[in-house]
């Protein structure tokens, strides 16, 4: 291992060489947060020393407290760190760029040959795959955000609000963020010493340059009579972009039921094979993004309007993970020393914990039963299966996933290849 322990990196790359590595990182980057995030340590702290351990630790904290995908933003942020806002913006689109070009080839292939009995055989075992990579999800992220009993009440609030009262998301997150801030919840972490800089004026121009690339096109999209679903798209996505913190499964639990029941943009079947395509592909698991604005277009108006709503998706998906990192960075120390605002993101990050559980059950209702009833009691909604549309083979696959994940520790691509290429057999050929 490398000196990454130092207080200051000490190697300084050129762009050229640091664009290399960005683009191997890029092109490697599956598996999830987890895994990139350790692929970008080795990479950039261990074996090259551009970033003190100090440092990427403080990145890394500051990102997992940002909406959008902590690995892409870490990423944008070590740019920066290393060669300003050019070097953020070649290692964050490097990150983005070879995921979303899978991404929009598996959707056009989608598209058009999804309801060929093979590949929907596929995707069926797909879908039983996704469930158990939901679940581990959703254990993985309470063993890190509940630390607290504050936090399990924030969680079970949350769930509670979203999935029998179909509370908006970006109220739970407002709420749980405000109820953190106000009864400061302790983070247990020693300060850090602030040794950057920030100018107040600069950050201001830096923000209002970033939301202007973010926002002019949508006014330009909205004023210039463009179909509806493109303004519908990035209005939805720009709103998803500021509320989800969390990561992609954060953005799933708000997403899904949204995009399936009010705009009706893809069924139940379409937003479960989407996360299965993002889980096969290089990149952040918020390309499912780019696939649900791919599938919104295409069901309205073919090829050239679904490749430009998950263009739009992009755009707004990505466009402000670079305001949050350019106008932050500076300030990632400072930050670090505010236990009332870490307080409240830590209240937000345990309300996930219950909204991507709401995610998990509405999963798994879809998944392992053929009819599944929405139905109102009052103010509250209740999701009701029918017991006898149960696909026994949806749970034969979910059982087998299971076993996979949790007892053999076999990786997310092993589990959704093993899966998809069983249901497959099983329906076509049995």
């Keep these: 291992m490398n000196s990454g322990n130092k207080a200051v990196a000490s190697d300084s790359p050129s762009l050229a060489e640091a664009t290399r590595v960005w683009w191997k990182i890029g092109i490697l980057s599956f ?41 892409m933003q870490l990423a944008a942020y070590s740019g920066w760190r290393l060669h300003g806002t050019l070097g953020g913006l070649i290692a964050g689109l490097l990150f983005i760029i070879p995921g979303a070009v899978v991404m929009m080839v598996l959707a056009t292939i989608y598209s058009f040959y999804g309801d060929v009995p093979l590949v929907s055989a596929l995707f069926y075992g797909i879908k039983a795959a996704v469930l158990v990579i939901v679940i581990e999800a959703l254990l993985r992220v309470s063993k890190k955000a509940l630390t607290q009993k504050q936090h ?58 970033w939301l202007a690339i973010w926002l002019l096109p949508l006014i330009a999209l909205a004023l210039f009579g463009t179909a509806d679903v493109l303004v519908d798209v990035g209005m939805f996505f720009s709103i998803l972009a500021v509320v989800t913190f969390g990561g992609a499964y954060a953005v799933l639990a708000y997403m899904a039921q949204d995009v399936v029941v009010q705009f009706g943009w893809l069924n139940a079947g379409e937003m479960i094979d989407a996360l299965g395509l993002a889980e096969t592909t290089p990149g952040p698991l918020i390309l499912v993004t780019q696939f649900v604005g791919f599938l919104a277009g295409f069901n309205q108006g073919g090829l050239l309007l679904g490749i430009t709503a998950a263009l739009v998706a992009l755009w707004v998906t990505f466009v402000p993970c670079f305001l949050w990192i350019f106008a932050g960075a500076p300030y990632i120390e400072w930050i670090s020393n505010q236990p009332r605002l870490k307080g409240s993101l830590r209240a937000i990050t345990a309300a996930v914990v219950g909204v991507i559980l709401n995610l998990s059950i509405w999963f798994a209702l879809h998944v392992l039963f053929s009819n599944v009833h929405r139905e109102q009691l009052g103010p509250m909604t209740l999701w009701r299966p029918e017991l006898a549309s149960l696909e026994w083979l949806a749970v034969s696959l979910f059982i087998l996933s299971c076993f996979l994940a949790f007892r053999l520790h076999w990786g997310i691509i092993k589990i959704l290849i093993i899966a998809s290429v069983l249901g497959a057999v099983i329906r076509v050929f049995l």
Excluded at 43 to 52: A, C, G, H, I, M
Excluded at 180 to 206: C, H, N, R, Y
């Design 31 to 71: 598996g999830g947060p987890a895994a990139q995030i350790a692929l970008m340590h080795k990479e950039v702290v261990e074996d090259r020393n551009w970033l003190s351990e100090q440092q990427f630790l403080n990145a890394l904290s500051f990102c997992m407290l940002l909406p959008g995908p902590e690995a």
């Design 152 to 209: 399990w009440v924030i969680a079970a609030l949350a769930f509670i609000g979203i999935f029998f009262f179909s509370i908006p998301y970006p109220l739970i997150v407002l709420t749980a963020g405000l109820l953190g801030w106000f009864i400061g919840i302790s983070t247990d972490e020693a300060p850090v010493s602030v040794t950057t800089q920030a100018s107040i004026g600069k950050s201001l121009q830096t923000v209002l340059i």
